[in-house]
């Protein structure tokens, strides 16, 4: 992360604290190794749409986007 991804990434959780009602507590560090999901990981919604849309919904996730969000959070 250079110093201009760090600036906007930190006015970025500045702008939405008012959203939320207080201050973010998520940290914005400096981006560590990343592994790339094993193939059968990629593109799950697309290879398995019927167990990832029970899943979305069994899980709560969109629900509990649209509440924090707004009507059309959450929408795939």
């Known amino acids: 992360m250079n110093d201009a991804q760090r600036r906007l990434a930190e006015a970025s959780k500045q702008a939405l604290e ?3 009602g207080g201050k973010i507590a998520t940290d914005v560090l400096p981006a560590s ?3 790339t999901a094993e193939d ?4 799950y919604y ?3 749409p019927v ?12 629900q509990r986007l649209r509440a924090v ?5 959450g929408s795939h």
């Open 51 to 62: 167990r990832y849309h029970f899943y979305r919904f069994n899980c709560g996730r969109d």
């Open 69 to 73: 969000w707004g009507d059309g959070a």
């Open 40 to 43: 059968y990981h990629q593109d």
């Open 33 to 35: 190794t990343f592994y």
């Open 18 to 20: 008012p959203r939320f």
């Open 46 to 48: 697309k290879k398995n």
